[in-house]
């Protein structure tokens, strides 16, 4: 099945007579005939249901269908995209361990990392993504135990050069995690470029609609656990919670990464979404291929508008031809990149704000990558508190506007954008 055809079909094939949308299983439990047979699945010697906490079977039909799309072997859904990054990243390293990190990740994955996750002693470094070989080479430590980074940087549109970043993680023998929220899986495929396990915000493209929290994570099925056993021990040992088995031998490449993140994370932490989201999320994946080329062929249009407009500074679109990254662009994700574009109007935050103000159509709200098209002047919202010589730094200037396109008429989004500039 092609891209488009698995975003309806993957996941879920139902049998005669059965129904043809996936079945909502809102139900916490399961019941089994004798003691027996559940203690199978206790001791994962047996497949199946016990409790939401863990697994529930709405959740995992529209889990494999995301791994379908990404080309992955296996795939879990979590309750939001912070749950995602935590635990792809807490399923390897521990106390003691490091991780080396993109400088440009998204804002609650850099809090997460930096603050939240350094407080349970896991450190990490964090590099340029346009950094130096050397500079890259020099972040790595024996205890290093992944690479994460994302595809398009939210906000700061800078793509990864992915296939850089695998070697240089496989060359000192960890993952490549690669956050893939802003391309989605019908712009690129990570794993097709050496990354290892793929993780999701699903609240963005993948929802679309502005309706659920959710996350994911997809396991490549690629990374040899057992070929570097001594730095991955929670994979490669025998976990006594569950009678000594060891998840590598177990479950194989293919399956180990997610199974000890459902088996351990999931049941400890249970960030578990529920099955009525799953479901939500699922209609929204199905026309995920259909919105994304609407999404991408509206931001181009829209960038080129401004682009051309006097009162617009400057425009970031990796998509534009002179944009810094629109040869790598063109290679990771030559079909489009996302919907979402910068830009700077002439006259800095003053008359951003009036700009901001002038809209109608455009909905000013923090959130990014749905149906929706929606605005964000960081200097007078999220980033208020900061000074414009700090704002500056941080690589968000006082003129910096976040659109982002949504699937409406482009026309009718240009013609917004018109009115609002022309009052400044
Ligand atoms: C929004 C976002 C997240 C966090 O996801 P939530 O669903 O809000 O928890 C992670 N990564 C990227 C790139 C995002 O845009």
């Not at 309806?8 to 079945?23: L, Q, S, V």
């Not at 249901?49 to 709405?58: E, K, V, W």
């Not at 490091?98 to 350094?118: D, E, K, P, Q, W």
């Not at 578990?272 to 995920?288: H, K, Q, R, T, V």
Request: proline residues 4%.
């Amino acid at each position: 099945m092609r891209k488009e055809t698995k975003c309806i079909h993957a996941g879920y094939t139902p049998k005669n007579g059965e129904p043809r949308m996936i079945p909502i299983i809102q139900s916490t439990t399961f019941k089994y005939d004798s003691s027996e047979d559940m203690g199978k699945l206790f001791d994962l010697e047996a497949e199946g249901y016990f409790y939401t906490r863990l697994q529930n079977p709405t959740n995992d039909m529209v889990a494999a269908k995301i791994a379908a799309l990404e080309g992955g072997t296996a795939a879990m859904l979590t309750s939001s995209g912070q749950a995602a990054t935590f635990y792809s990243v807490f399923n390897l390293a521990g106390a003691g361990d490091h991780v080396v990190a993109s400088s440009t990740i998204y804002g609650g994955s850099f809090n997460l990392f930096n603050v939240t996750m350094r407080r349970m002693g896991i450190d990490f470094t964090f590099v340029d993504p346009d950094c130096s070989d050397e500079e890259l080479e020099a972040a790595f430590r024996p205890e290093t135990k992944a690479v994460f980074g994302e595809t398009i940087a939210n906000p700061a549109l800078i793509v990864l050069d992915i296939e850089r970043f695998a070697k240089a993680a496989h060359a000192h023998g960890v993952p490549l995690i690669i956050d893939n929220t802003f391309a989605t899986p019908v712009n690129c495929r990570p794993f097709e470029w050496g990354a290892d396990i793929v993780t999701h915000s699903t609240t963005k493209y993948m929802d679309g609609h502005d309706a659920t929290v959710g996350g994911a994570i997809v396991d490549s099925g690629n990374f040899d656990w057992m070929a570097h056993a001594d730095k991955f021990p929670g994979l490669t040992t025998p976990d006594e919670s569950y009678h000594g088995i060891t998840y590598a031998e177990k479950f194989g490449n293919a399956g180990a990464f997610i199974t000890k993140a459902t088996a351990q994370l999931m049941r400890d932490l249970g960030s578990i979404p529920s099955p009525m989201n799953a479901y939500i999320l699922n209609l929204g994946l199905e026309s995920l291929a259909v919105r994304m080329e609407r999404h991408c062929t509206n931001a181009q249009k829209v960038a080129e508008y401004l682009q051309k407009h006097e009162k617009v500074a400057w425009v970031n679109y990796p998509g534009l031809p002179g944009n810094k990254y629109y040869e790598r662009a063109k290679k990771y994700m030559p079909e489009g990149t996302c919907g979402v574009i910068s830009f700077g109007v002439k006259g800095g935050r003053a008359a951003a704000e009036v700009f901001m103000k002038q809209l109608k159509l455009a909905i000013i709200a923090t959130h990014v990558a749905d149906a929706h098209t929606c605005i964000l002047h960081p200097a007078n919202s999220t980033h208020r508190q900061m000074t414009d010589e700090e704002l500056i730094a941080g690589g968000v200037g006082p003129d910096l506007v976040r659109l982002s396109v949504g699937i409406e008429n482009a026309d009718d989004i240009i013609e917004d954008l018109e009115q609002a500039l022309a009052c400044l």
